[in-house]
């Protein structure tokens, strides 16, 4: 039998607008709880309420799950963007320290990887601190030979003090002079060591860097004998770990990714958890390419870079 056009109407405004439970609305209307929900339903299926989410946040979520789609991630997290693009980190990382601080929460122990750049040093701002002795944070790459914020060295030593826990450096710069060089540090056995950690671990967040003037590894880690026209030439987008990529997602052919002291992004498929939070408009190329690589398993971006990575990368299907 139809149920009262007034009641449900009444039932529908009680519930949807001023908030009330079943329960209220039932002793209100002198109904019984199960006539109430059925009231509710019936309004939904016909049409008489429609929920609208007005909120800027929809497109995020949106995209989010679209991300999650094209890309067979674990998650995405989209947040929105600033309208000051220098803020775009600082957006960024406290949705990655939220994200970093429910992993390591749930599961305060293992090995947690760190990358570097001003993406993780604004993570770190907003991760929660905690005891997680039985944690051990390792950096993932060499670093600058000199104190910076957003040097790999920092931003490990920074998670670990946070979390009370160990911590591990990579204590190489992030290049060696040749290919030749690297391989006869890596050969060594405290390095044999520390890529082994590396390789155990459980969790990992990494930036990427583009090939323009804003890139921290074009301003300051770069060797002086290679330059970003060069790279561009070889077919790079940018770089995730100093590993300089294409628009594919594969190591280019240039002898530089043979210098980098970092773990090799072919690897990075080993690890459970490999978070990726980036963004601006400048890094869209390099994100995509990461994610057609399937380089990671977790973005955490913002809406204009996914918009954008999803309108100009369409992934691999196997």
Known sequence: MAEDPQTQVRAAWLYYREGLTQAEIAERLKLTRLRVNRLLVEARGSGLVNITINSALESCVRLEHALVAAFGLKHAIVVPSPADPGQIAA??????????????????????????????????????????????????????????????????????????????????????????????????????????????????????????????????????????????????????????????????????????IALPLAELSQIPTVILASGGLNKAAVIAASMRSRLASVLITDEDTAAAVLASAAPDRP
Request: aromatic letters at 8%.
């Open 91 to 260: 957006q960024i990382g406290k949705a990655a320290g939220e994200f970093v601080s429910g992993i390591v929460e749930e599961k305060p122990s293992g090995i947690f990887g760190v990358g570097w750049g001003g993406t993780l040093r604004e993570t770190v701002r907003h991760v929660r601190a905690g005891q997680h002795r039985a944690l051990a944070v390792t950096s993932m790459m060499g670093g600058l030979t000199y104190g910076i914020e957003i040097n790999t060295f920092e931003i490990a030593s920074r998670f670990a003090g946070l979390w009370e826990a160990e911590c591990h450096y990579l204590a190489a710069p992030i290049y060696a002079g040749t290919p030749q060089s690297r391989d006869t540090i890596l050969a060594q056995d405290v390095f044999e060591a520390a890529f082994a950690r590396i390789r155990a671990t459980d969790v990992a967040i990494l930036s990427a860097g583009d090939l323009s003037e804003r890139s921290l590894l074009m301003r300051y880690g770069l060797p002086g004998d290679v330059g970003a026209a060069e790279l561009v030439e070889a077919g790079a987008v940018g770089d995730v770990l100093g590993q300089f990529i294409d628009r594919d997602g594969h190591s280019i052919a240039h002898p530089i990714n043979r210098r980098a």
